[in-house]
T-cell receptor
Framework: GESVGLHLPTLSVQEGDNSIINCAYSNSASDYFIWYKQESGKGPQFIIDIRSNMDKRQGQRVTVLLNKTVKHLSLQIAATQPGDSAVYFCAENMEGGSYIPTFGRGTSLIVHP | DTGVSQDPRHKITKRGQNVTFRCDPISEHNRLYWYRQTLGQGPEFLTYFQNEAQLEKSRLLSDRFSAERPKGSFSTLEIQRTEQGDSAMYLC???????????FGPGTRLTVL
């Protein structure tokens, strides 16, 4: 299940389950959104992005959903694997500017074999 | 490996000392970004360069911080008179100016004693 810890919200799942990581963004003017994965000791790694003219985008095993009405993003990971264990950040941005994303707080995903 | 590299990976220093970090971006990328990340938080933007020009600086970048990218390739971030509050992971990222996707380096973890 999902819980809010002292530092990071944590989602624990079993290998093979589907995972859903949620994110609320703050700026209604943001029109571009990115999900990053950060493994321990590494920098963030781009997973998938979505523009505000879309409400869903699919990648390999990942799907991002965007609800602009409530300023909410989610990242769905299908058939979660132990290698998916990491901290996941959503980031919001405005296209056509300096491409400086504003990162959310992050969610720690723990996949149990 | 043709990704973003950072040096050193770890730095321990005493309060009041100066430190300098280096970032080597992906060679074709003309934009270079510096971020700071503390435990449990997403990266916070510090500054970015397009080629050798420093185009934007965050208010987080106090007078003790300076960044350069003299030839539009590698960049250095210097922190003068370090304080314990400077302890963090310093991340570098690079991108093309016409693309949103940023590629992050592994970071330099700074500990100020």
């Amino acid at each position: 299940g999902e819980s809010v810890g002292l530092h990071l919200p944590t989602l624990s799942v079993q290998e093979g389950d589907n995972s859903i990581i949620n994110c609320a963004y703050s700026n209604s003017a943001s029109d571009y959104f990115i999900w990053y994965k950060q493994e321990s000791g590494k920098g963030p790694q781009f997973i998938i992005d979505i523009r505000s003219n879309m409400d869903k985008r699919q990648g390999q095993r990942v799907t991002v959903l965007l609800n602009k009405t409530v300023k909410h993003l989610s990242l769905q990971i299908a058939a979660t694997q132990p290698g998916d264990s990491a901290v996941y950040f959503c980031a919001e941005n405005m296209e056509g500017g300096s491409y400086i994303p504003t990162f959310g707080r992050g969610t720690s995903l723990i996949v149990h074999p | 490996d043709t990704g973003v590299s950072q040096d050193p990976r770890h730095k321990i220093t005493k309060r009041g000392q100066n430190v300098t970090f280096r970032c080597d971006p992906i060679s074709e990328h003309n934009r270079l970004y510096w971020y700071r990340q503390t435990l449990g938080q997403g990266p916070e933007f510090l500054t970015y360069f397009q080629n050798e020009a420093q185009l934007e600086k965050s208010r987080l970048l106090s007078d003790r911080f300076s960044a350069e990218r003299p030839k539009g390739s590698f960049s250095t971030l210097e922190i003068q008179r370090t304080e314990q509050g400077d302890s963090a992971m310093y991340l570098c990222a690079s991108s093309f100016s016409f693309r949103n996707e940023q590629f992050f380096g592994p970071g330099t973890r700074l500990t100020v004693l």
